[in-house]
């Protein structure tokens, strides 16, 4: 479709779209509030009670990601030696993607060093972010990637072997590595400092600026 055929676009930088009406966001456009987050934040307070967090994101299986089972005990074991062994507990938060199968592996994996929510729960998901001190992401989801930048935590992606050419996540993933927002887990566990990734607001602005003019 000809962009001429529209006043404004919106689309991710790893897109590649590009021209004059189009405006390009720094990761995915997300619903996701820094309010609403530290609204929810009592959510979870009484299932997990340390100074160290780290929220696990799981997304699932697409076209790109099988998620099977050897990879994501290989994600588990890392988590394990980098954070659990130094005292974390953990929150895992499967997301609508995410199959029984791998929500009842990581319950096995977890559910004696923190706790693992056992549905979609969009009130546990934003607790998390609020109660976590490090956030670990799964590969197969730049949105919720992205949702999880407004936190302003550091956050590790937790790679796996793609299926086919991944060449618009790997931009994504250079991206945010290069802003400062993630690192690849199995990095030195550290805590880092960047500007929370609010993109809707900022293009939000502008976009209204325009209806204005």
């Known amino acids: 479709v000809n962009f001429k055929n529209f006043d404004v676009i919106v689309a991710p930088e790893h897109d590649n779209l590009n021209g004059d009406n189009v405006f390009s966001s720094k990761g995915a456009i997300h619903y996701i509030t820094e309010s609403e987050i530290n609204k929810a934040k009592p959510y979870l307070m009484d299932k997990v009670k340390s100074q160290k967090i780290v929220a696990l994101i799981l997304g699932g299986p697409n076209k790109y990601y099988s998620f099977d089972k050897d990879q994501l005990i290989k994600i588990f074991n890392v988590i394990k030696s980098n954070f659990i062994s130094k005292d974390y507990k953990t929150i895992v938060i499967p997301s609508i993607r995410t199959p029984k199968m791998i929500i009842d592996l990581a319950a096995k994996e977890f559910s004696e060093c923190g706790y693992v929510v056992r549905g979609v729960d969009k ?91």
């Open 123 to 213: 009130q546990a998901y934003l607790s998390s972010l609020s109660l976590a001190t490090n956030i670990v992401v799964t590969c197969d989801s730049t949105s919720m990637i992205s949702e999880a930048a407004i936190s302003g935590k550091p956050i590790f992606i937790a790679h796996m072997k793609a299926k086919r050419n991944n060449y618009r996540f790997k931009k994504f993933f250079k991206l945010f590595k290069e802003m400062g927002v993630t690192k690849d887990l199995g990095e030195k566990v550290e805590s880092w400092k960047y500007s929370k990734i609010n993109e809707a607001e900022r293009i939000a602005t502008i976009i209204s600026s325009k209806i204005k003019n």
